[in-house]
């Protein structure tokens, strides 16, 4: 007798879920829905985006619909079509919605009358234009002063993995700057090395839940463990104790006061801090990583790299003495990370989908985006990982992005056709991301050439291939490595000369 209740509750549940079940319309992008009811892809899509939607395209081409999670995604892989997304009206294509649902999920985040247009507005002159110059002098001194702290200091060979000691560097400097330091002076950064250190250290225990935290997969362990990180982060960026450090950057002022024109709560002041923190520092360590490791994988590139230094310098006296625009025109520097960025930066681009909408494809095939649905391109499989606009696309070429005349190259084709978004680190049009200067010339070049002008530096073990990337994390900016690569370190003898 169960047996057949059973059996009669499983054929309900099927014939309700095929009646429910959505079906492809007229001009619609092909539906894939996956063999699990509700579910779809999710499974495989967290596991490795990259993996699946290669697979996708194989099977559907360059536009197609997935179901996961009980959500509808139609994803666009044909970079041709990528500016009808990204410059499309708000009110059609939003972005504010999923990063609300992103923020509230990661970082406990919800602000009243949060606009992320606005925001961004008011934000993106801090970063950018007459700022960089400031911003460049206090990176290189907080780069300088960590640099030259304690063990690194050593003339005798020191052991560390390099994205643990990239990292580490990188958001140190890159937290001082934008958040202050502990007290006026800077001659005396003892207590700014070692709140930094604190800082670095509770964020990336905090980084390593986040891809599972933004699924909604940790383990009851694992979610005690983010919540009491959380606790120790936001009271370190408490908002009076932000407000009390000396040397703030005009971006802390910005966004502080922007806070408390909403009348942003206290606590939910840190949280916001928190989550501006990761914005501003969860992608420089990891690309100054990946870039340090093909140099070192790459002696030409090296080669190119000091050369190009070597030329700089002849020049002015020292590092800290290169203007801005030269800074900026280090054409060989740039195709190294623009490369370097195009094999390892693989942010999606999301847009919840307001009202139905035609997308036209550069063919001239026209298909129907439906309300309600989510739409998302990942440049990382076209156009970075894409052997038609860049042959070998696996292989790192350090003058991929250099004409035979060593001035940039910026011309690529597709089909016989000129593509615009060659390559696509920093996302595109409207959500473009706004430290990307910031990042490049005064954060991640600065501590590339500091360390080798000041330090000596190799592989620990120079036959070991390049680590595989940490899967679950494409779509959420530059991947990391799923373990970590041993190197060490040793202060020049003549440090500031090669
Ligand atoms: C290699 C380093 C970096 C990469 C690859 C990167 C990439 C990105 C991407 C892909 C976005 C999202 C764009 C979109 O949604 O369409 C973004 C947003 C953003 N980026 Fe960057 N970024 C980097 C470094 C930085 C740095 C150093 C800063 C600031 C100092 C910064 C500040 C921001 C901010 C404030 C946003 C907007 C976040 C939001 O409104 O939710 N980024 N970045």
Redesign the pocket.
């Known amino acids: 007798m169960s047996v057949v209740i059973l059996v009669s509750i499983l054929l309900t549940v099927l014939v309700w879920a095929a009646f429910l079940q959505r079906n492809r319309r007229k001009n619609e992008p092909p539906l894939d829905r996956g063999f699990i009811p509700w579910l779809g892809h999710a499974l495989e899509f967290g596991r490795d985006a990259a993996a699946f939607l290669t697979r996708m395209k194989a099977k559907h081409g360059d536009v197609f619909t997935v179901q996961v999670a009980g959500r509808f995604v139609t994803v666009l892989l044909d970079p041709f079509s990528y500016d009808h997304v990204v410059w499309e009206s708000s009110n059609k294509l939003d972005f504010g919605k999923y990063?609300k649902i992103l923020m509230e999920r990661m970082f406990d985040v919800t602000l009243p009358d949060f606009d992320?247009a606005v925001?961004?507005a008011m934000?993106r002159s801090h970063?950018q234009n007459q700022n960089l110059p400031s911003l460049t002098r206090t990176m290189f001194r907080n780069l300088s002063t960590i640099l030259n702290d304690g063990s690194m200091s050593a003339t005798t060979w020191q052991e560390d993995g390099l994205f643990n000691f990239t990292y580490g560097v990188m958001l140190r400097a890159?937290y001082l700057t934008?958040f202050g330091s502990e007290s006026v002076q800077l001659s005396a950064p003892g207590r700014d090395l070692q709140h930094s250190l604190h800082v670095y250290r509770e964020f990336r225990k905090f980084d390593q839940l986040l891809m599972k935290s933004a699924r909604g997969i940790l383990s009851a362990a694992e979610k005690k463990e983010a919540a009491l990180l959380k606790e120790n982060l936001w009271q370190l960026l408490d908002a009076n104790t932000l407000r009390r450090r000396a040397n703030r950057s005009s971006w802390l002022e910005a966004y502080q006061h922007h806070l408390e024109e909403l009348k942003v709560p206290r606590d939910m002041q840190s949280r916001a801090m928190l989550l501006q923190l990761w914005?501003?520092q969860g992608?420089?360590g990891p690309?100054a990583f990946w870039l340090l490791l093909f140099l070192l994988k790459h002696p030409e590139a090296m080669a190119a790299i000091e050369g190009e230094l070597k030329m700089m310098l002849q020049k002015v006296k020292g590092l800290e003495e290169i203007g801005q625009s030269e800074l900026e025109s280090a054409t060989i520097f740039n195709s190294v990370l623009e490369e370097s960025?195009r094999l390892t930066?693989a942010?999606f681009?999301t847009r919840e989908v307001l009202t139905d909408l035609p997308l036209r494809l550069v063919d001239g095939t026209e298909y129907l985006l439906r309300r309600g649905d989510r739409l998302c391109l990942f440049p990382y499989v076209s156009p970075q990982m894409d052997q038609e606009i860049h042959p070998e696309p696996q292989v790192f070429r350090y003058n991929r992005f250099l004409n035979a005349d060593g001035t940039e190259k910026r011309e690529f084709y597709k089909k016989g056709r000129r593509v615009k978004h060659f390559t696509m680190?920093?996302?595109a049009g409207a959500?473009?991301?706004?430290?990307?200067f910031?990042?490049i010339t005064s954060?991640i070049k600065l501590f590339v050439w500091l360390l080798i002008l000041n330090f000596e530096f190799e592989l620990k073990n120079p036959a070991e291939g390049i680590p595989d990337f940490d899967r679950s994390r494409y779509g959420f900016?530059?991947l990391q490595p799923d373990g970590d690569v041993q190197f060490r370190y040793r202060r020049r003898s003549h440090p500031g000369r090669l």
């Open positions: 990063a992320p925001e961004k934000l970063l890159g934008l914005a501003t992608n420089a690309a960025l930066a942010p681009i680190p920093w996302g959500n473009v991301c706004m430290g990307r910031h990042a954060s900016g530059v």
